[in-house]
């Protein structure tokens, strides 16, 4: 077989119409091996001479797309330096874009002999057991396709797995279900575009490995928070099974929700790797080069700094990694065509000698890249280690999991003492977190339900976790305790507990799609999806976490659209920039106001009581500033938003708003949406029932509404 010397950039293995360039970067090795396997899985070793700024490289002109391969790399095996080559193991390359098959646990994939503890050697040959990666096809008619670009104050967020959105779907041909193609066909696409989303955030579906001692188990890492191959869709979500077929139909995938003018955001886990702490198996970076991808501790480099719970941290402050991180971004965006990206346990990528660092080198390259910049950034930004948690704190271009929205809507609903200045904050978009970096209401992605946590009908259903399945005695996952189970714990068919359920239900999701900022729907909260009180239930790839489309609850899936609708359709709701609380430009009356039951102002008293109250917001869209200065001003309708948190019917003076002629039903959380509403007047009572809320919109003067744009 001729071989090249070829290039050292780009990295992984690159077919050019004629041949393939292979380069591996590893700064400590001392000698590479690239092996090639052909139909039969016999392996062919080819020395890699050339070396250029730490990449191993070669040109094969021979090998074409379908090629499977992996490295075998040789150097020093010396724990106690952060070492440990070994060319008896094959390893993956982090650059891969394709990867084909499963790991087969064995003994042979572990860096150590079990009998003679973590510092010996193991020599056992871990071929048999690894994957392979696969030389792919970049070439694809993309037909055109082009991104949505939908802006960020437009968006509502889906968060989904995607093999269990469709796994159990009636209307899905069984064979595409749980697949890339299947969240393609029209049927997935048409409830997404009826449900009114904008985004869909796939759970990670970079490749990754399920845990050893899941499988023994008999469960599996369904979340996917196991990455170990950053560029590579994961292989267990393609229909055709072929090497090539997953980055195919990744491609189709997007193509079709873009047609439809809906976003792709993905989750992506930069902060580990599948390979764990010093007992774990050496599968791809931990055999390149350990000691420069890892964070190893300073007093003993046979250790990892663990900041993420998962027993490694990648090392962001070394440029090559920071560099396999913007390739594997940059990659998405421009080969695959995704819209943005979700940043788990994003401190740790900030992190340069221990602090969080909003100057630290990748916050740089995120901020200068002309491509990953212009994308949605989304961090959750904390991580576990000391000084993690960091909401507010990321920079201008970044928006953040708001876990203090989740926090103060939860206590809200469930009675529980909380100010209402902190429900005021948190309803207006978090000013207090955003405003001072200069940030908008966008910065703040608002949810109550995630998919780390329970579903939106658990939430209501439990008041405590039931995670008995996942074989840990219950003791795995948050405790969840601001949650309301309506007073009977689990299911039931009580006509009163249900339609109270239903209530809180409409009531989380209203509270939701009312406040500024970016909304995020766990996915199947719109039609009831329930783990039966599972609030951590990433190794179950089962009926247990796919949604059950059979049994949708079809009165909150009704709901939910025409609740997403209404926000869609009025710019008050998603405003791109903040309240004032006061008069602006242009119109008699604040832009918003906040008012008692009695119908009079809310004065500083009345903001430090305890969310066990109740209280109404008039939100004034007449006239909505334009950030673009020679834009016309955005004109909406006038709304009064009433929450009634407590457990008491209360009678509610509507507020007597200049320019409002009087008030129209536009729906309640007890009753839905109203067909037709009689007026009622500026000063009237209005009975709110109890753990509800109700939005009227205001009555012009002249009997001209404005239109919504």
Not at 390 to 402: L, R, T
Request: with cysteine.
């Amino acid at each position: 077989m001729l071989v090249w010397p070829g290039t050292s950039y780009p990295l992984g293995a690159t077919y050019d119409g004629a041949g393939t360039n292979f380069s591996l970067f590893s700064e400590n090795a001392e000698g590479v091996e690239l092996c090639l396997f052909d139909g039969e899985g016999q392996e062919r070793r080819i020395e890699v001479a050339e070396k250029t700024g730490g990449c191993w490289h070669c040109y094969l002109p021979e090998v074409e797309p379908g090629q499977r391969y992996g490295y075998r790399v040789h150097g020093p095996y010396d724990p106690a330096r952060g070492h440990r080559f070994n060319p008896h193991k094959l390893l993956l390359d982090p650059y891969a874009r394709g990867i084909a098959g499963d790991i087969r646990w064995n003994k042979a994939l572990y860096p150590y002999l079990f009998d003679e503890g973590p510092d010996s050697r193991n020599d056992l040959d871990s071929a048999p057991f690894m994957p392979r990666c696969v030389v792919t096809q970049p070439y694809f008619d993309w037909q055109g396709d082009r991104q949505p670009r939908r802006l960020w104050h437009d968006t509502v967020i889906y968060e989904t797995h995607l093999k269990g959105f469709t796994a159990r779907h009636p209307d899905i041909p069984p064979e595409l279900r749980g697949t890339y193609a299947g969240l393609a066909h029209p049927v997935a696409i048409e409830h997404l575009q009826r449900l009114g989303v904008t985004a869909v955030e796939l759970m990670p579906v970079q490749g990754f490995v399920h845990d050893q001692h899941l499988l023994e188990r008999g469960l599996r890492n369904y979340w996917g928070y196991n990455t170990i191959a950053y560029f590579a869709p994961h292989n267990e979500y393609s229909m055709n099974g072929r090497p090539n077929a997953a980055v195919a139909e990744f491609k189709q995938m997007v193509r079709a929700l873009h047609q439809s003018g809906i976003e792709i955001i993905l989750d992506v886990v930069y902060n580990h790797t599948a390979e764990g702490n010093h007992l774990g198996p050496i599968i791809s970076f931990k055999g390149i080069d350990n000691a420069y991808y890892y964070r190893l501790s300073n007093h003993d480099a046979r250790y990892y700094i663990d900041y993420t719970g998962t027993g490694n941290s990648l090392n962001a402050r070394n440029p090559n990694v920071l560099q396999l991180i913007m390739d594997s971004l940059r990659y998405w965006v421009t080969e695959m065509h995704v819209d943005g990206f979700r940043f788990d346990l994003a401190s740790v990528l900030a992190r340069e000698l221990h602090d969080v660092d909003r100057l630290s080198g990748f916050f740089d390259l995120i901020h200068q890249d002309p491509v990953i910049s212009l994308v949605k950034l989304i961090a959750e930004p904390w991580d576990l280690g000391q000084g993690g948690y960091q909401v507010g704190n990321f920079p201008p271009d970044w928006a953040e999991w708001n876990s203090r929205y989740r926090e103060t809507m939860r206590d809200l609903w469930r009675g529980a003492h909380h100010s209402l200045e902190e429900f005021g904050y948190r309803f207006t978009g978090s000013s207090d977190l955003y405003a001072p970096s200069g940030r908008t209401p966008a910065a703040s992605i608002n949810y109550l339900t995630a998919h780390d946590g329970f579903t939106l009908q658990d939430l209501v259903s439990y008041n405590r976790k039931h995670n008995e399945a996942n074989g840990e005695n219950n003791r795995d996952g948050n405790d969840d305790t601001r949650s309301w189970n309506c007073g009977v714990e689990g299911p039931t068919e009580e006509p009163a507990v249900l339609s109270l359920r239903l209530r809180q239900k409409r009531n989380f999701l209203a509270t939701l799609l009312l406040s500024q900022g970016v909304p995020m729907i766990l996915g199947g909260d719109e039609i009831g999806r329930t783990q039966r009180g599972n609030n951590n239930a990433y190794c179950h790839d089962n009926e247990l976490t796919w949604y059950d489309w059979e049994n949708t609850d079809e009165q909150l899936l009704a709901f939910a659209r025409s609740l997403i609708a209404f926000r869609q359709a009025h710019p008050v709701f998603h405003r791109r920039g903040w309240f004032q609380g006061r008069k602006i430009r242009g119109s008699d009356v604040k832009d918003i106001a906040w008012y008692r039951s009695t119908g009079a102002p809310m004065d500083e008293r009345h903001w430090r009581e305890s969310c066990g109250c109740a209280l109404g917001v008039c939100l004034n869209g007449h006239t909505i500033p334009n950030p673009n200065p020679r834009g016309a001003p955005i004109t909406d309708n006038m709304f009064y938003v009433i929450f009634n948190i407590g457990p008491d019917a209360i009678d509610f003076v509507l507020p007597d708003e200049q320019r409002c002629a009087g008030w129209l039903m536009e729906f309640d959380t007890v009753h839905g949406f109203a067909e037709e509403a009689a007026a009622l007047a500026l000063g009237a009572s209005l009975q709110v029932e109890s753990r509800s809320v109700v939005v009227l919109k205001a009555i012009e003067p002249q009997g001209r509404e404005p239109e919504a744009t």
